[in-house]
């Protein structure tokens, strides 16, 4: 029988450093407990009080809440597969017919239709971000970039979006192509994204601190470069990184796709759908990592890894899981990322050497 075994170290409002916040549970199965290189009984919870510029700054709880910047996909694929299951849309529907009508398509230069299997794979061909929102972010770029590119905006940039690869040839990174599957999940729905991810996934899985509020309490404060910033506001495009979390939430999140939801924690559509964004869709270019709905997978030591990463201007998050060891890390940090991406690094390594027994 594995052991259960885990903990937190959650990083403080504390400038001019990284401070690691790892998450890691190790469960048995059926019990109720951007790119690195190659809450359950008996979780255990480290707090330590960190001193900064001559002060003792609080220490973080597993409640205190973190931008998890483009980890926020990893709901999004969800979300998208939780509405497949329930029959309210299909992988392959093209995007244009799950947006606003009055919203003008982009141009796609191939008779095959941009799907919303594409835009959770990141192979629509849209660039990584929409036309227009590198004009309006410039003003605010160090602090609040996505600030003033709002729902407009975005209906804006997709009229003036031409694509011309065809649609699910090519890999390409894209925040806008999630971003838009997001604003496409909401159209569907009939909630903004916020409400309607609560609605689908946090309150079934029990993700009691997780949503879209830049406002939310118990929030830690990001720093970059030793300044302290605003919350990390994104309207135009929440699906691709606007989702806040706790690491108690985070450990629900990634435990719920170990195990599926808990007793009466959402129907079989949920459960389908947690299996179905593990489920390998192409291979990555000029590596032997694959992608799922927006998940990369990669084997190694003989188990499958499962990982993403995300950051904003003052916050760095990892995320990962192993269904062969029953293993999940989240790492937290509130500083922005580095060049060298040291911190998701370190929590890759975490979850491949426990993910081996380690």
């Known amino acids: 029988m594995k052991s ?16 690691l916040g790892v998450t890691q549970h190790d469960v048995d199965r059926g019990r109720d ?16 009080h960190v001193p900064a510029r001559g002060r003792w700054w609080p220490p973080c709880t597993p409640e205190t809440v973190f931008e998890l910047g483009s980890v926020s996909k990893t709901f999004t694929a969800l979300l998208l597969a939780e509405m497949a299951a329930e029959g309210e849309l299909a992988l392959a529907d093209p995007v244009q017919s799950h947006l606003p009508a009055d919203w003008r398509p982009a141009a796609v230069r191939s008779t095959e239709p941009i799907r919303l299997l594409h835009l959770a794979t990141h192979t629509s061909g849209l660039p990584r971000l929409p036309p227009g929102l590198l004009a309006s972010a410039v003003p605010d770029w160090a602090g609040n970039p996505y600030a003033a590119f709002g729902d407009d905006r975005l209906r804006t940039a997709l009229a003036r979006t031409t694509v ?30 916020g409400q309607l991810l609560a609605e689908r996934v946090c309150r079934p899985l029990e993700l009691t601190a997780t949503g879209c509020s830049p406002d939310a309490p118990d929030r830690a404060i990001g720093y970059r470069r030793g300044r302290a910033l605003p919350p990390w506001n994104i309207p135009g ?23 599926g939801p808990r007793r009466g924690g959402g129907g079989s559509a949920l459960k389908e759908a947690l299996d179905e ?8 270019p000029h590596s032997s990592d694959e992608l799922c709905l927006v998940w990369n997978r990669r084997h190694s030591g003989g188990r499958d890894l499962y990982f993403h990463t995300g950051g904003t201007r003052g916050f760095t998050a990892f995320v990962g899981f192993s269904p062969e060891a029953a293993t ?31």
Not at 4 to 19: I, K, L, M, W
Not at 332 to 353: C, I, K, M, S, W
């Open 33 to 48: 407990p951007s790119e690195p290189d190659g809450g359950g009984r008996g979780r255990r919870v480290r707090r330590a």
């Open 237 to 259: 495009l929440p699906g691709a990184g606007a989702v806040r979390s706790s690491g108690a939430d985070l450990l629900r999140f990634l435990r719920a796709h170990l195990d």
């Open 164 to 193: 011309r690869l065809r649609p699910g040839s090519r890999y390409r990174y894209s925040n806008y192509g999630v971003g838009l599957l997001g604003r496409a999940l909401a159209e569907t729905g009939g909630l903004p994204y």
């Open 328 to 358: 999940a890390v989240a790492a937290l940090a509130n500083t922005g990322p580095t060049l060298d991406g040291r911190f998701v690094q370190a929590g890759y390594e975490l979850l491949r050497t426990v993910a081996r027994g380690g």
């Open 4 to 19: 259960r075994r885990g903990g937190t170290a959650d990083a403080c409002s504390v400038p001019d450093r990284n401070r």
């Open 277 to 284: 964004v593990q489920r390998a869709r192409l291979r990555r």
